[in-house]
Nanobody
Framework: VQLQASGGGLVQAGGSLRLSCTTS????????NGWYRQGPGKQRELVAS???????NYGDSVKGRFTISRGRNESTVYLQMDSLKPEDTAVYYC???????????????WGKGTQVTVSS
């Protein structure tokens, strides 16, 4: 599975950013995608996830401010981040959960992180 994320950057508090993550694979089917983040001195945490069937889950700290969605081709997942706060500053990682063709097991792949910095 290859994951290509983009869209990070520097924004002022209250502003917005949109992250994109494109997934490509030839070894299985994608069951779900997600975004995680790790802030300075913090543990990695779930930001949002979306299943192939459209079930969405958000971390408590971003509910009501962030929106995860799929593009029309379904291989791209977006994270719209509004009302950003300095505490949203983190490296954001996209993930893909794939069911392997070879053993039908579920495996998670991680993309390279993209930095989001929110200034106060």
């Amino acid at each position: 599975v290859q994951l290509q994320a983009s869209g990070g950057g520097l924004v002022q508090a209250g502003g917005s950013l949109r992250l994109s993550c494109t997934t490509s694979t030839t070894t299985g089917t994608i069951d779900a995608n997600g975004w995680y983040r790790q802030g300075p001195g913090k543990q990695r945490e779930l930001v949002a996830s979306i299943t192939k069937g459209g079930i969405i889950n958000y971390g408590d700290s971003v509910k009501g401010r962030f929106t995860i969605s799929r593009g029309r081709n379904e291989s791209t997942v977006y994270l719209q981040m509004d009302s950003l706060k300095p505490e949203d500053t983190a490296v954001y990682y996209c993930t893909a959960d794939q069911v392997s063709y070879s053993d039908y097991k579920l495996y998670r792949s991680w993309g390279k992180g993209t930095q989001v910095t929110v200034s106060s």
